[in-house]
Antibody, heavy 118, light 108 residues
Framework: EVQLLESGGGLVQPGGSLRVSCVAS????????MSWVRQAPGKGLEWVSGISASGDGTPYADSVKGRFIISRDNYKDTLFLQMNSLRAEDTAVYYC???????????WGQGTMVTVSS | EIVLTQSPGTLSLSPGERATLSCRASQSVSSSYFAWYQQKPGQAPRLLIYGASSRATGIPDRFSGSGSGTDFTLTITRLEPEDVAEYYCQQYGSSLWTFGQGTKVEIK
């Protein structure tokens, strides 16, 4: 079964850091680009960052550029998002997603909640 | 950045009716990189349509997508109670992805 499983969410103070992870199974992880998408409580979807299959392309949304870093370990089938200088407005469920045909996101994880609060 | 605007905000219909959801882009987007997603309460989003009109694996044929340029449409023929959800459009361009703000579909 094709599956993505996020972990690492939690409560962090403003200005702090957190790293969330996404473990893939059921497909050849290293062959596919991946993205992180977040959803603030009661709000819509916001694309955060993406990474090419090889890891050499890493675009970011303006809202996180310079603060977040996306990376991947193709040997461990794992995607990461390092989040620094966190703000209250970064509070959201963070989903990882696999890229499919037409650069659409065909497989999603269940999400991990990140809360930024003092 | 390309902005996607969805309408209506909420759509309330009876079972068996046809639902028409609209997504308008602030500038022309590639149909090849346009998608629709369904998100039920408490669940992760699910891909419905990619390439503007191709159904994703396992999606019932009552869901269809159309459009090009700046105007795209998701149609649900014969609305069923299980279709109650938020629906989002998405586009890719210039190495960035953007989502619309969503349309909520309710059953009367």
């Amino acid at each position: 079964e094709v599956q993505l499983l996020e972990s690492g969410g939690g409560l962090v103070q403003p200005g702090g850091s957190l790293r969330v992870s996404c473990v893939a199974s059921g497909f050849t992880f290293g062959n596919y680009a991946m993205s992180w998408v977040r959803q603030a409580p009661g709000k819509g979807l916001e694309w955060v960052s993406g990474i090419s299959a090889s890891g050499d392309g890493t675009p970011y949304a303006d809202s996180v550029k310079g603060r977040f870093i996306i990376s991947r370990d193709n040997y461990k089938d794992t995607l990461f998002l390092q989040m620094n200088s966190l703000r209250a407005e970064d509070t959201a469920v963070y989903y990882c997603a696999k890229h499919g045909s037409g650069k659409a996101f065909d497989i999603w994880g269940q999400g991990t909640m990140v809360t930024v609060s003092s | 950045e390309i902005v996607l605007t969805q309408s209506p905000g909420t759509l309330s219909l009876s079972p068996g009716e046809r639902a028409t959801l609209s997504c308008r882009a602030s500038q022309s987007v590639s149909s090849s990189y346009f998608a629709w997603y369904q998100q039920k309460p408490g669940q992760a989003p699910r891909l419905l349509i990619y390439g503007a009109s191709s159904r994703a694996t396992g999606i019932p044929d009552r869901f269809s997508g159309s459009g090009s340029g700046t105007d795209f449409t998701l149609t649900i023929t014969r609305l069923e109670p299980e279709d109650v959800a938020e629906y989002y459009c998405q586009q890719y361009g210039s190495s960035l992805w953007t989502f619309g703000q969503g349309t909520k579909v309710e059953i009367k």
